[in-house]
C-alpha cells in the first residue's frame, strides 16, 4: 500500500495526462486513473510492482476505459463504436517514456490554457487537472468557494469537449500568444507550492519542483524572454526553500534566513537566465520580477541590499503591469530604503482605496511597521487582523509570536 501512495504522488497526473490524450476526455481519462489506481491496491500487494508502474497504470487504466465503454454501450450505441475505436488505438503501446509524457503533460496544460476558455477557468482547470490541487486550495487562491470552482472546471471540460478543442500543441505562429496564459497558470502553480495557501507546511516542493518542470519544459520549446524570467524568477525564489522553515516548521522571514542554505546552483542558474531575459528586446513583467529576485539573491545579507535598485526595478514593473500587490511590495522595499515612516505612509495608502482590504500580507507588512515604529498597539491590531486573514499554520503562528513580542 505504502508502494501505492508513494507512486500516485509520483506519477498520477503523468499518467493523467498520457490517458487524456488516449482517451480523448477528462472525465473519462480521470476515471481510469482511478480504477487504475484502484487495480494497483488490489494486485500490487500480491504480485509485486511492476517494472514500469507508469506503464502498468496506462495501460490498465486504457483498458478499464475500453471495458467502461463497453459495459455503458447496452444504454447508448454510440460508445460501443467508440470504445472499439479506442481498443483498435491501442497498438501500438502508448509512448511512455519521460520525453512521451513530458510531451503529454505540456499538451495538456496547453489545453488547459486554451483561449476558447475564460482565464479563471483556465488557471482553475490546469491547477486541477495538471497539479492535482483540490478545489479547495484552488478557491482559496481565487478567494472564493470550492463549489465555484468545482463549476468552473466542469464547465471548462464541456467547452473542450462541445468545441472539440484538440489535445495537441499549438503550432509554432500560434504559440507566442497562447504563452501568457501558460505563463500565468504555471506561476501560480509555482506559488502555491513556495507559499502553501493553508496547511501544517510553509511550503509544498511537490508544486513548485512542478512548476520549475514545466517552466524548463516551455523554456525548452519557445525560449522567448518572458518564459526565460519565469524560470529564472521562480528558480531564485526557491533557491530559498531550505532557508524558508526552521527546525520546527517555523516560518523565517528574508531578513533572517542563513544564506548559508541557499541553493547557489539555483541561484546561479537563475541569475544567468534573469540576465538574458532582461537583455531580449520583449522582456516584460517576469524578467523585472526576476532581476529584483536575482538582487535579494545576490546580497550577502538583508543590510546589504541595494534597495535603491530594488526600488527602481518596482518602479519599472508598476509602469509596465500596474497592480497593488507590485505597489505593496515597492512599499516594503522603499521602507527598507527610506524608513518606516515611508513605507507605512504608501502602505496605508493602498489599503484606503480598498483594494487589498483582505489581503493578508498587506496588513502583516503594515503590522511590520507599525512594530518598528514602536506603535504597538496599532501592530497587534494589524497582527490580529492578518491572522484572522491567513490559513497556513506556520504563517498564524509567526504572526501569533509577533503579536506576542510586543507585549
Known amino acids: 500500500m505504502h508502494d501505492v501512495d508513494a507512486i500516485y504522488r509520483a506519477e498520477s497526473r503523468r499518467v493523467l495526462a498520457t490517458l487524456i490524450r488516449l482517451l480523448g476526455d477528462f472525465d473519462l481519462a480521470e476515471e481510469a486513473l482511478h480504477d487504475a489506481f484502484a487495480a494497483a491496491v488490489e494486485r500490487w500487494p500480491?504480485?509485486?510492482?511492476?517494472?514500469?508502474?507508469?506503464?502498468?497504470?496506462?495501460?490498465?487504466?486504457r483498458f478499464k476505459a475500453i471495458d467502461q465503454l463497453r459495459r455503458r454501450a447496452t444504454f447508448d450505441a454510440s460508445l460501443g463504436a467508440l470504445a472499439q475505436e479506442l481498443a483498435d488505438a491501442a497498438v501500438p503501446e502508448p509512448d511512455v517514456s519521460d520525453d512521451g509524457v513530458e510531451d503529454?503533460?505540456?499538451?495538456?496544460?496547453?489545453?488547459?490554457?486554451?483561449p476558447a476558455l475564460a482565464p479563471?477557468?483556465?488557471?482553475?482547470l490546469t491547477l486541477r487537472e495538471v497539479c492535482g490541487l483540490t478545489t479547495e486550495e484552488i478557491a482559496h487562491a481565487f478567494l472564493t468557494t470550492a463549489p465555484t470552482v468545482a463549476q468552473r472546471i466542469v464547465r471548462a471540460k464541456g467547452k473542450i469537449r462541445e468545441a472539440r478543442i484538440p489535445y495537441e500543441l499549438p503550432s509554432r505562429t500560434d504559440l507566442p500568444d497562447r504563452l501568457g496564459a501558460v505563463l500565468r497558470v504555471v506561476y501560480l502553480v509555482f506559488n502555491e507550492g513556495y507559499s502553501?495557501?493553508?496547511?501544517?507546511?510553509?511550503?509544498?516542493?511537490?508544486?513548485?519542483?512542478?512548476?520549475?518542470?514545466?517552466?524548463?519544459?516551455?523554456?525548452?520549446?519557445?525560449?522567448?524572454?518572458?518564459?526565460?524570467?519565469?524560470?529564472?524568477?521562480?528558480?531564485?525564489?526557491?533557491s530559498r526553500r531550505a532557508a524558508r522553515a526552521d527546525a520546527n516548521g517555523d516560518l523565517v522571514l528574508l531578513d533572517r534566513q542563513d544564506r548559508a542554505l541557499w541553493n547557489r546552483a539555483s541561484i546561479a542558474e537563475g541569475v544567468r537566465l534573469a540576465e538574458r531575459?532582461?537583455?531580449?528586446?520583449?522582456?516584460?513583467?517576469?524578467?523585472?520580477?526576476?532581476?529584483?529576485?536575482?538582487?535579494?539573491?545576490?546580497?550577502?545579507?538583508?543590510?546589504?541590499?541595494?534597495?535603491?535598485?530594488?526600488?527602481?526595478?518596482?518602479?519599472?514593473?508598476?509602469?509596465?503591469?500596474?497592480?497593488?500587490?507590485?505597489e505593496l511590495n515597492?512599499?516594503?522595499?522603499?521602507?527598507?530604503?527610506?524608513?518606516?515612516?515611508?513605507?507605512?505612509?504608501?502602505?496605508?495608502?493602498?489599503?484606503?482605496?480598498?483594494?487589498?482590504?483582505?489581503?493578508?500580507?498587506?496588513?502583516?507588512?503594515?503590522?511590520?511597521?507599525?512594530?518598528?515604529?514602536?506603535?504597538r498597539d496599532e501592530a497587534a491590531a494589524a497582527y490580529r487582523r492578518a491572522i484572522?486573514?491567513?490559513?497556513?499554520?506556520?504563517?498564524?503562528?509567526?504572526?501569533?509570536?509577533?503579536?506576542?513580542?510586543?507585549?
Open 46 to 61: 500480491r504480485d509485486g510492482v511492476p517494472a514500469n508502474p507508469r506503464a502498468w497504470l496506462v495501460s490498465t487504466g
Open 104 to 114: 503529454d503533460r505540456l499538451r495538456l496544460i496547453f489545453t488547459c490554457c486554451h
Open 120 to 124: 479563471d477557468a483556465q488557471v482553475a
Open 196 to 238: 502553501a495557501t493553508a496547511g501544517a507546511a510553509v511550503t509544498r516542493h511537490d508544486l513548485s519542483g512542478e512548476a520549475i518542470r514545466l517552466g524548463r519544459l516551455l523554456v525548452d520549446l519557445l525560449p522567448e524572454p518572458e518564459a526565460m524570467g519565469l524560470l529564472a524568477l521562480m528558480l531564485l525564489h526557491d
Open 277 to 326: 531575459s532582461l537583455e531580449s528586446l520583449g522582456r516584460g513583467p517576469y524578467a523585472l520580477q526576476a532581476a529584483i529576485a536575482a538582487v535579494h539573491a545576490e546580497a550577502g545579507s538583508a543590510d546589504a541590499t541595494d534597495w535603491n535598485q530594488i526600488v527602481g526595478l518596482y518602479d519599472v514593473l508598476l509602469g509596465l503591469e500596474p497592480s497593488p500587490v507590485v
Open 330 to 375: 515597492r512599499a516594503a522595499a522603499v521602507a527598507m530604503r527610506d524608513g518606516p515612516d515611508a513605507g507605512l505612509h504608501l502602505i496605508d495608502a493602498i489599503l484606503a482605496r480598498g483594494e487589498l482590504a483582505d489581503y493578508q500580507f498587506a496588513h502583516s507588512a503594515r503590522a511590520d511597521l507599525l512594530r518598528r515604529l514602536s506603535r
Open 388 to 407: 484572522a486573514l491567513s490559513v497556513q499554520e506556520p504563517e498564524r503562528r509567526f504572526l501569533a509570536r509577533r503579536i506576542a513580542e510586543l507585549g
